[in-house]
């Protein structure tokens, strides 16, 4: 079954830009009428969705950060990619990568990724 | 965009007790809501998708209903593997939210 791995720095300045890799495997990223999407959750919170792409590169994102994010795809790679400019340390949480379905429900999940920001 | 109300925010109950949880939304979302659990340390699992439907694999015990604006979450007779947070979502799309999360304890 499909199943999804985020990677990247696990630290991160202030003002500098946060840079995740979601990894797609056990299907192809281009198959079916999926949307792939970023979510994050600050400790002890609730989770926050960030955004998501198509696989034809069309995009929407939450917006209070769409002044801030970008997401790719990579097809050849089956990858997908969160990029958060100027980040300040309310961005520390754990990001998730989930694959959703014809914009509806999120499944599967990656296990998740802690990102700190400080200097 | 569409908030969501979710409450209570924490609940304590005992091993066979039938456990509700409600999602309020600020406007009509049909019936776009799913439900989720989360236990700690882990990413959440997809438990009822379109208000209702029970994700293929979830225990029976487990069930959604509502639509509009008013969701619905009940465990019939809850089991010590079920405490977790538990949290709705809205897909009135182009915009998702999260209800803010129940923490689900034994009493």
């Known amino acids: 079954q499909v199943q999804l791995q985020e990677s990247g720095p696990g630290l991160v300045k202030p003002s500098q830009t946060l840079s995740l890799t979601c990894t797609v495997s056990?299907?192809?990223?281009?198959?079916?009428?999926?949307?792939w999407s970023w979510i994050r959750q600050p400790a002890g919170k609730g989770l926050e969705w960030i955004g998501r792409?198509?696989?034809?590169?069309?995009?929407n994102y939450n917006p209070s950060l769409k002044s801030r994010v970008t997401i790719s795809v990579d097809t050849s790679k089956n990858q997908f990619s969160l990029k958060l400019s100027s980040v300040t340390a309310a961005d520390t949480a754990v990001y998730y990568c989930?694959?959703?379905?014809?914009?509806?429900?999120?499944?599967?999940w990656g296990q998740g990724t802690l990102v700190t920001v400080s200097s | 965009d569409i908030q969501m109300t979710q409450s209570p925010s924490s609940l304590s109950a005992s091993v066979g007790d039938r456990v509700t949880i409600t999602c309020q939304a600020s406007?009509?979302?049909?019936?776009?809501l799913n439900w989720y659990q989360q236990k700690p340390g882990k990413a959440p699992k997809l438990l009822i998708y379109?208000?209702?439907n029970l994700e293929t694999g979830v225990p029976s015990r487990f069930s959604g209903s509502g639509s509009g604006t008013d969701f619905t979450f009940t465990i019939s007779s809850l089991q010590p593997e079920d405490i977790a947070t538990y949290y709705c979502?809205?897909?009135?799309?182009?915009?998702?939210?999260f209800g803010q999360g129940t923490r689900l304890e034994i009493k």
């Open positions: 989930a694959r959703e379905n014809g914009g509806s429900c999120f499944d599967p």
């Open positions: 056990g299907g192809s990223i281009s198959s079916g009428s999926y949307y």
């Open positions: 792409i198509y696989t034809s590169g069309s995009t």
């Open positions: 406007q009509d979302i049909s019936n776009y």
């Open positions: 379109d208000a209702s």
């Open positions: 979502q809205q897909y009135d799309n182009p915009w998702i939210t």
